[in-house]
């Protein structure tokens, strides 16, 4: 009898490699997105070049990172994610040696464009589409925890980054994070994350099949959920470059404002941290309703001027934590794990798109209207996005199931909202829950399978 040894794939545990994409993901952010508002002042100071280009390179990014999403899932739905998760780290890291190097702001532009191609082939949404390539149906629970980690980036490498810039300067910032990158985050990528089996290729002369989901969607709920992602993305980036300047328009002290900015980080931990507690109990569309929710209360509260901006700013933080989670588990929940990795590079363009304009449409509308102006922009959003929400729930829902008497996620009025979603754990009979099973026919929550 000849002995089989175990693929590599099975020796790699679940937990080793959500662990090796947290601390990568912690980076990766830590690195890009983040980095800006620690060094963005000392770049201007030292070489002249004025501020606004300086943090408008990240906008720049993240406008390529948008563009190359969509080739992006579909290259993790092919391939799966190791080589694009291993390019991402490449390219983050010779954008930070380019930044380091960069004799004048057209160089320093275009490292930023390099780093670019990185955050869109390996942040959240390359990340989640790895992790539903690699687990299918059960990906829940692992997205949440990735989540967990995410959540501690600003945490984490704001500090390292200031520290660095005291000590080495800018350039010797990126620097240290270019290392990181290519001498840590590279091999781990390859050497944790397992190879994938590809996807037959279409023959030549072979008509392409339609877009492989395990429901075949209406493109109406595809809209919608495009639409609500983005609009959450403009409010979370618009007050993540504004929300201190936010703050001091009120007549608040920059240190006051700056203790009260650091609760956001902290709740959005412990909402993720809950959330991965009760997960399996419901539904990720309730997840999303609590994100729009608690983003829109927290937004309102601000711009209603009500003398309780702790709580705003931790309702606003937990919202924002939550919807991280929403962004990769409601689409899995929805449409399935076939084409998920596709279907998550076609929901991120819009969304880092939006990105990219958000920080500098917040400046235009401080500047016209003030921070109360602009507060109140930003609660309609966050208004309309419960709204959208609210749709994704009522969507392909038969009319007797409206007219139910029973309020949502309560009742056989709901249908589905009662199941449980958790990643494929067991009963004692060895059954598996009905949430851990794919959705019939059309997306819809209401129907039972």
Same mark, same amino acid.
């Given at each position: 009898m000849s002995f089989s040894p175990p693929s590599p794939a099975i020796l790699r545990s679940r937990g080793a490699i959500?662990?090796?994409?947290? %601390?990568?993901?912690?980076?990766?952010?830590?690195?890009?997105?983040?980095?800006?508002?620690?060094?963005?002042?000392?770049?201007?100071?030292d070489t002249g070049w004025p501020l606004a280009w300086v943090v408008g390179g990240l906008s720049l990014g993240l406008l390529v990172a948008g563009l190359i999403s969509p080739r992006v899932g579909s290259s993790i739905e092919r391939h799966g994610g190791r080589n694009v998760l291993a390019f991402s780290a490449g390219c983050i890291g010779l954008g930070q040696i380019g930044l380091a190097l960069a004799p004048n702001l057209a160089a320093y532009i275009a490292a930023w464009l390099i780093v670019g191609l990185g955050m869109g082939a390996g942040l959240y949404d390359a990340a989640f589409a790895t992790l539903?390539?690699?687990?299918?149906? =059960?990906?829940?629970?692992?997205? #949440?925890?990735?989540?967990?980690?995410?959540?501690? !980036?600003? $945490?984490?490498?704001?500090?390292?980054?200031?520290?660095?810039?005291?000590?080495? =300067?800018?350039?010797? $910032?990126?620097?240290?994070?270019?290392?990181?990158?290519?001498?840590?985050?590279?091999?781990?990528?390859?050497?944790?994350?397992?190879?994938?089996?590809?996807?037959?290729?279409?023959?030549?002369?072979?008509?392409? +099949? +339609?877009?492989?989901?395990?429901? &075949?969607? *209406?493109?109406?709920?595809?809209?919608?959920?495009?639409?609500?992602?983005?609009? +959450?993305?403009?409010?979370?980036? #618009?007050?993540?470059?504004?929300?201190? $300047?936010? %703050?001091? @328009?009120?007549?608040?002290?920059?240190?006051?404002?700056?203790? %009260?900015?650091?609760?956001?980080?902290?709740? &959005?931990?412990?909402?993720?941290?809950?959330?991965?507690?009760?997960?399996?109990?419901?539904?990720?569309?309730?997840?999303?309703?609590a994100s729009v929710t608690f983003v829109a209360i927290g937004v309102s509260t601000l711009w209603a001027g009500m003398p309780i901006i702790p709580l705003a700013l931790g309702f606003y933080g937990a919202g924002i934590g939550l919807e991280s989670i929403a962004r990769g588990t409601l689409p899995l929940a929805l449409f399935g794990s076939n084409g998920y990795a596709r279907l998550m590079g076609r929901l991120a363009m819009p969304s880092l798109m939006a990105q990219a304009a958000a920080p500098s449409a917040g400046a235009l509308l401080l500047e016209r209207?003030?921070?109360? =102006?602009?507060?109140?922009?930003?609660?309609?959003?966050?208004? !309309?996005?419960?709204?959208?929400?609210?749709?994704?729930?009522?969507? *392909?829902?038969?009319?007797?199931?409206?007219?139910?008497?029973?309020?949502?996620?309560?009742?056989?009025?709901? @249908?589905?909202?009662?199941?449980?979603?958790? *990643?494929?754990?067991? *009963?004692? &009979?060895g059954k598996t829950r009905r949430s851990d099973r794919p959705h019939r026919g059309a997306v819809s929550l209401w129907r039972r399978p």
């Open positions: 959500i662990t090796a994409l947290g %601390l990568t993901q912690i980076m990766a952010w830590g690195s890009s997105y983040y980095l800006p508002a620690v060094i963005a002042p000392a770049v201007s100071s539903g390539r690699h687990y299918g149906h =059960g990906a829940r629970s692992a997205i #949440t925890m990735l989540t967990l980690f995410g959540g501690l !980036a600003s $945490t984490i490498c704001w500090p390292i980054s200031a520290l660095l810039l005291g000590e080495v =300067g800018w350039r010797g $910032t990126c620097l240290v994070y270019a290392a990181f990158q290519l001498a840590i985050a590279l091999p781990l990528y390859l050497v944790i994350l397992p190879r994938e089996p590809p996807q037959p290729a279409v023959k030549p002369g072979v008509k392409k +099949a +339609a877009p492989i989901l395990d429901n &075949q969607a *209406d493109p109406s709920i595809m809209i919608v959920l495009a639409a609500t992602l983005t609009l +959450a993305a403009v409010i979370s980036s #618009t007050l993540s470059v504004h929300l201190l $300047t936010i %703050l001091q @328009g009120s007549g608040m002290a920059l240190a006051v404002a700056v203790g %009260l900015g650091v609760l956001v980080g902290p709740s &959005q931990v412990a909402a993720r941290a809950i959330e991965m507690m009760i997960a399996r109990y419901h539904h990720p569309i309730f997840t999303k309703f209207f003030g921070p109360h =102006g602009t507060l109140a922009a930003l609660s309609g959003l966050a208004l !309309a996005n419960v709204i959208l929400a609210c749709g994704l729930g009522l969507a *392909d829902a038969p009319p007797a199931a409206i007219a139910g008497s029973n309020p949502i996620g309560f009742g056989p009025a709901f @249908g589905a909202f009662n199941w449980r979603a958790g *990643d494929l754990p067991r *009963d004692r &009979q």
